[in-house]
């Protein structure tokens, strides 16, 4: 799997990039549900090693895996559909 990634998206526009500022805000104030990410991520490294790279949808079982830890940990952040970040 790469080892970086990257994304691109508007920052008045949607709300991709909001949603990645909060989850990264709160794993970096949350030890218990950062440590519980990585393991994850491991753990589906493990199973999964190709990673995220599926040759028909893109996404794989190693993305899949993770999203519903990213949503569950989105609704603890306080995210609703259509918020935009106020950092």
């Known amino acids: 799997p790469p080892r970086y990634h990257l994304s691109v998206a508007f920052a008045d526009q949607g709300g991709f990039w ?3 500022i909060i989850f990264r805000d709160y ?3 949350n030890q218990a549900a950062r440590e ?3 393991r994850l991520r491991e753990d589906l ?3 999964h090693p ?3 790279h599926a040759p028909v949808t893109g996404k794989g079982e190693y993305s899949n895996g993770k999203t519903e ?3 569950r940990t989105l609704r603890l952040a306080g995210w609703r559909d259509g918020q935009l970040y106020r950092g």
Do not use: D, P
């Open 69 to 71: 830890f990213i949503f």
């Open 45 to 47: 490294l493990n199973k």
């Open 50 to 52: 190709s990673g995220h």
């Open 36 to 38: 519980e990410y990585a």
């Open 27 to 29: 794993l970096r104030a």
């Open 18 to 20: 909001h949603r990645q």
